[in-house]
């Protein structure tokens, strides 16, 4: 009984730290962000760390396209051209979120878990910036490495 108790703790322990981001955190990466180009805006996405559906980690479109994945912990962003915008992350249903960007702004989409009939779903919210500001240095960057500014 006490191996089996060992292995299901060993266990536990491996998933509950796969579970959520591992990279530099945003303070380490705050200085190489580059400025928002004149002729695009900036949407960040992130999820607060979170055991509550922690291996629940779908990837998160934009306008149908693959941008990043929605990890507990972790944060990303992307760099657009003025438009209107769709946000989908799907489990066992999809959660839409729709905005518009304006050249130079910067929008912030908060990921967060939901209770679903099979699995959980993850929902895309728009946050305001003062929020999403105050959340981020708790997250770990997950998207493409980012060069050093000069």
Do not use: W
Not at 51 to 66: H, R, S, T, Y
Not at 68 to 85: C, E, I, K, W
């Amino acid at each position: 009984m006490n191996m089996l108790y060992k292995a299901v703790s060993v266990t536990t322990l491996a998933l509950l730290m796969t579970g959520c981001a591992s990279g530099p955190k945003h303070a380490e990466v705050k200085s190489s962000i580059p400025e928002i180009a004149a002729d695009k805006g900036r949407i960040y996405f992130y999820r607060s760390s979170s055991m509550v559906g922690a291996a629940i980690q779908p990837d998160i479109k934009l306008n149908g396209e693959v941008v990043g994945t929605s990890v507990p912990g972790g944060f990303f962003f992307v760099d657009r051209t003025p438009g209107n915008y769709e946000v989908l992350t799907s489990t066992e249903v999809d959660k839409k979120l729709t905005f518009t960007l304006n050249a130079r702004e910067q929008k912030c989409v908060q990921t967060s878990i939901g209770f679903g009939v099979v699995a959980g779903r993850v929902y895309p919210e728009l946050v305001d910036n003062a929020k999403c500001e105050k959340e981020l240095p708790d997250t770990s960057y997950t998207g493409v490495p980012l060069t050093s500014k000069k």
